[in-house]
């Protein structure tokens, strides 16, 4: 199982990017997908997840500025749209997804290599 996000950038204060990740193997289901985030000098910390039937959790930091969706056709992407982006959401993004794969209906909990995210102006 592996994860590739894609999407990260350089934007002023106010601006808007969107991530995506998508996840690739002999995947037989995901039940979570998430974002998380680390600062320099800061522990990674959860940004928005989406689980079975569209529930979605924010962090407050984020609430009514980021929306995290999962692509119906094809149900191994996800995306964060970033709006009103702000100097402190300057941080490495981490796509995470869990679930089951392989024949054996192994578990599996898996990370991406990150992307950058920087709000300067």
């Known amino acids: 199982v592996q994860l590739q996000a894609s999407g990260g950038g350089a934007v002023q204060p106010g601006g808007s990017l969107r991530l995506s990740c998508v996840v690739s193997?002999?995947?037989?289901?995901?039940?979570?997908m998430g974002w998380y985030r680390q600062a320099p000098g800061k522990e990674r910390e959860m940004v928005a997840d989406?689980?079975?039937?569209?529930?979605?959790?924010y962090a407050d930091s984020v609430k009514g500025r980021f929306t995290i969706s999962r692509d119906d056709a094809r149900n191994n992407t996800v995306h964060l749209q970033m709006n009103s982006l702000k100097p402190e959401d300057t941080a490495v993004y981490y796509c995470n997804a869990g679930g089951w794969y392989g024949t054996r209906q192994r578990r599996f909990n898996e990370w991406g290599p990150g992307t950058q995210v920087t709000v300067s102006s």
């Open positions: 989406i689980i079975h039937g569209g529930i979605t959790d």
């Open positions: 193997g002999n995947i037989l289901d995901i039940n979570i």
